[in-house]
């Protein structure tokens, strides 16, 4: 734990909260991407750690190099359904760079206390990071429930002032 999924809180909190900043798409998908690698471990019974080399800030950030290429030329396509649900930014390279960096590094941040096999300064091998505490996973997943729930609210906040800033221009 956590969950993959649970990573959209954290991330969707600090996206909302610096929307002005950091590209909301790139945060969003940056903070479960790395989860891959231990799909991959369990899908192809590897003989590898479930949090391996890209769960470490080293490989999370060539994760982030190649997540900052592939949005610089896909972003266009999620513009769609950014303005569906009234989030449209304007995109740059430094929002989706922060974005990718942020989710990406927010997401070692969140496993790390968690699992004992994370080498989070990878060539350095252990973790720093780890509570030995047997409830750590289910305070983690309550923190990342609790900053989805907040992000939505931020959300629904930021479209009542939408909303009331159109209705006040008729």
Same mark, same amino acid.
């Given at each position: 734990?956590? =969950?993959?999924?649970?990573? =959209?809180?954290?991330?969707?909190?600090?996206?909302?909260?610096?929307?002005?900043?950091?590209?909301?798409?790139? $945060?969003?998908? !940056?903070?479960?991407?790395?989860? $891959?690698?231990?799909?991959?471990?369990?899908?192809?019974?590897?003989?590898?750690?479930?949090?391996?080399?890209?769960?470490?800030?080293?490989?999370?950030?060539?994760?982030?190099?190649?997540?900052?290429?592939?949005?610089?030329?896909?972003?266009?396509?999620?513009?769609?359904?950014?303005?569906?649900?009234?989030?449209?930014?304007?995109?740059?390279? /430094?929002?989706? !760079?922060?974005?990718?960096?942020?989710?990406?590094?927010?997401?070692?941040?969140?496993?790390?206390?968690?699992?004992?096999?994370?080498? *989070? =300064?990878? *060539? $350095?091998?252990?973790?720093?990071?780890?509570?030995?505490?047997? =409830?750590?996973?289910?305070?983690?997943?309550?923190?990342? $429930?609790?900053?989805?729930?907040?992000?939505?609210?931020?959300?629904?906040?930021?479209?009542?002032?939408?909303?009331?800033?159109?209705?006040?221009? /008729?």
């Amino acid at each position: 734990m956590p =969950f993959t999924p649970f990573h =959209f809180g954290p991330s969707g909190l600090i996206g909302q909260l610096l929307l002005k900043w950091v590209d909301f798409p790139t $945060i969003l998908i !940056a903070s479960v991407v790395i989860d $891959i690698e231990p799909l991959f471990v369990i899908l192809f019974n590897l003989s590898y750690p479930l949090h391996g080399f890209f769960h470490s800030f080293l490989g999370a950030t060539l994760v982030a190099l190649l997540l900052i290429l592939i949005m610089r030329y896909f972003r266009r396509y999620f513009s769609v359904f950014m303005k569906i649900f009234k989030l449209k930014q304007d995109v740059t390279l /430094k929002k989706i !760079a922060l974005g990718a960096f942020i989710g990406l590094f927010a997401h070692i941040l969140l496993d790390a206390p968690i699992y004992v096999e994370m080498n *989070p =300064f990878f *060539p $350095i091998v252990g973790n720093p990071f780890l509570v030995k505490n047997a =409830f750590i996973s289910l305070e983690i997943s309550i923190f990342c $429930i609790f900053c989805f729930l907040s992000a939505i609210l931020i959300y629904c906040i930021r479209l009542i002032f939408q909303y009331r800033k159109r209705n006040r221009l /008729k």
